[in-house]
């Protein structure tokens, strides 16, 4: 599945309302809070999709049989390598079990607003973590372009002039629970109220 349609789908069913908390104020967690986020998204998918399944930290795949996928974080280089300790890992991983599960995986790289450092701009840093993911994407995708993946950000605020620009001048898709809709990046609602949103790229 795409960005647009993963958004799309949590519109129907997830509730963000704790998520939404956390994005606000999450000082008293150190270190951020994805890992409950994921929790939630598998847990809401599963519930709503038979037979779907979520891996954490699952390694990227290479085109051939036991060949993975390495990301060089300094370099911003992708390689293939034959050792799957070396692979890099995406946050989590949503696949259906069954005949039709190739069509349905997706592995996901979440990045989460975090408020708990106060020597940083928890906004700006949660935007360029975000960036930073879809250079990994579209670099692994480089060595294996069958490899579905979707850039997550889970952020809270308001969207002033001028917009973020998506580095590879792709779309990006906004998930605005308070207007109950999915919209691209470039026509989301500017200078609302501060609340919770979700931004989602498949480079």
């Keep these: 599945m795409r960005a647009q349609q993963f958004l799309e789908n949590l519109n129907k069913f997830y509730n963000p309302g704790r998520a939404a908390r956390l994005a606000e104020n999450n000082q008293y967690i150190r270190g951020g809070w994805e890992v409950w986020l994921q929790v939630e998204i598998a ?25 993975w996928i390495a990301f060089n974080k300094t370099l911003s280089t992708a390689s293939a390598v034959q050792n799957r300790n070396q692979a890099a890992r995406s946050d989590f991983f949503l696949y259906r079990q069954g005949m039709l599960a190739a069509a349905d995986e997706t592995h996901i790289e979440l990045k989460c607003i975090n408020n708990s450092n106060p020597n940083i701009n928890a906004l700006t840093d949660a935007w360029n973590r975000f960036y930073a993911d879809i250079t990994k994407i579209r670099e692994i995708k480089r060595i294996n372009e069958t490899i579905n993946a979707i850039a997550l950000l889970a952020t809270y605020g308001t969207f002033s002039p001028p917009l973020p620009v998506i580095p590879y001048g792709g779309n990006a898709y906004v998930w605005d ?27």
């Design 177 to 203: 629970p308070g207007n109950n809709q999915v919209t691209v990046l470039k026509e989301v609602q500017q200078n609302g109220d501060q609340r919770f949103f979700l931004v989602a790229a498949s480079p």
């Design 43 to 67: 847990q809401a998918y599963a519930i709503n999709y038979p037979g779907q399944t979520c891996e954490r930290e699952a390694p990227y795949p290479g085109l051939q049989a036991n060949q």
